[in-house]
């Protein structure tokens, strides 16, 4: 993977370069910073909210200012993200200024990954750099379909970073190795269990999750949701890592008692589970102390507002409290857990914790991110190659060679309508 560290200067200077970014200003003012340090003319874009405009807003101008803020430069904010008149106000940037495209998640060209949007995008730069790790699962125009139409597309360093982290705590995790899985979704869910299996000393079982562990298994699991349609899988994994003595799942559970809750051993059918118990609870805090590399992914409770004290931050507190005292690398990650924490996470500032979102799943599972592989297409040497492509003849009786028939594109040169014999 070509990184913006292994391209020449006399590419980036005073080059106009797109750097798609993750919605956090200080995980991408590094990046920035470095390329306006060598004169470049840049544009970024982030995408916040939902894709597909679902619950996407449009970026607030105090997103613009927190940026020229922490980079001392003046940054443009613009009210769209293609057209007329940002293609008049990215010719228009100067060396060592910025222009902020609109939010990419109002379009749902983007999240289509439509060829067409894509292009558009890659008309704006001579260089786009992908450094947003937390899209990176997604196969959008703005970090895949626009690779393939600029001269030169690399990783940034935040992007490199954040994949290499996960690599090498999925291949060479420090030991004992604890997997803390909750939430829902079994389907998701089933072959991380299955990835994580030969790798880790402890597998803790929390959250959705572990109702339909249990109901597998031939235990009463009240009014719990249950995904029955995969009961039989998870029978076959239990048996497989019941026979490695590596699974672990609650032995008690906090229940819904009028407008309070209660903690039971086991469930009725009539209770409606809200969180693990407190013996299971303790039991998790003991594996966390003697942990030496902790993956957590998914909530282990129901958060409710009439029940404060959640297992999620007990948890949190437990790691707190461990990390402090000796080595531990913890990662936290996916969607519902990170939107849960990130206040209190936020806060901490501990080397040892790292939060990810969805795409620490697809690493996790040894999948292939469609960002990263979309950089891996093409490497610099081939697409400065691409862009030095001269016309050749058309083989064919029904066209003629002239070149008014053809257009030069950024990227390459293509015929658009055949010219007919006279």
């Not at 914790?353 to 996790?364: K, T, Y």
Request: proline letters at 5%; charged letters at 25%; aromatic letters at 6%.
């Amino acid at each position: 993977m070509l990184t913006i560290r292994q391209v020449p200067l006399e590419k980036i200077r005073g080059k106009r370069i797109l750097v798609l970014i993750d919605p956090n200003i200080g995980t991408a003012a590094p990046t920035l910073g470095s390329l306006i340090g060598k004169s470049a003319r840049l544009i970024t874009a982030t995408h916040v909210g939902m894709p597909g405009g679902g619950n996407a807003k449009k970026l607030s101008l105090d997103f613009a200012k927190e940026l020229s803020h922490a980079l001392g430069v003046r940054v443009t904010k613009l009210d769209d993200a293609v057209g007329s008149d940002v293609t008049r106000s990215i010719l228009d940037i100067k060396p060592s200024e910025i222009v902020l495209l609109e939010n990419l998640n109002l379009y749902a060209q983007d999240a289509a990954n439509e060829i067409a949007f894509a292009r558009q995008l890659a008309s704006l730069c001579d260089l786009f750099v992908d450094d947003a790790f937390d899209v990176s699962h997604r196969v959008l125009a703005s970090n895949v379909g626009i690779a393939r139409w600029t001269p030169i597309s690399v990783a940034g360093p935040w992007l490199a970073s954040r994949v290499k982290e996960l690599e090498d705590f999925r291949g060479n995790p420090t030991r004992p190795f604890l997997a803390i899985v909750g939430g829902g979704h079994i389907e998701t869910k089933l072959p991380l269990l299955y990835s994580l299996l030969p790798n880790v000393d402890r597998l803790f079982v929390g959250g959705a999750l572990a109702f339909s562990f249990l109901k597998a298994t031939g235990y009463e699991t009240g009014k719990a949701s249950v995904e029955t349609e995969f009961l039989r899988f998870i029978r076959g994994f239990v048996e497989k890592a019941g026979a490695q003595t590596k699974l672990v799942v609650p032995e008690d559970f906090i229940i819904r008692h009028g407008d309070n809750a209660r903690c039971v051993s086991a469930l009725g059918p009539m209770d409606q589970p809200l969180d693990i118990g407190v013996r299971s609870l303790e039991r998790l805090c003991h594996l966390i102390s003697g942990a030496y590399s902790i993956l957590w992914v998914g909530s282990l409770g129901v958060y409710a507002q009439e029940y404060r004290s959640t297992s999620d931050w007990e948890v949190l507190q437990q790691l707190c409290a461990t990390v402090p005292r000796r080595w531990q690398r913890v990662l936290l990650a996916g969607s519902e857990l990170v939107s849960s924490l990130s206040q209190l996470v936020d806060s901490i500032h501990f080397p040892q914790f790292s939060l990810f979102g969805d795409a620490a799943l697809n690493v996790a599972t040894g999948q292939r991110l469609p960002a990263i592989e979309a950089l891996h297409l093409d490497t610099l040497q081939t697409k400065d190659r691409l862009r030095k492509a001269v016309l050749i003849p058309v083989d064919s009786p029904g066209h003629a060679i002239d070149p008014r028939c053809r257009r030069r594109d950024r990227t390459l040169w293509e015929e658009t309508e055949p010219c007919q014999k006279k």
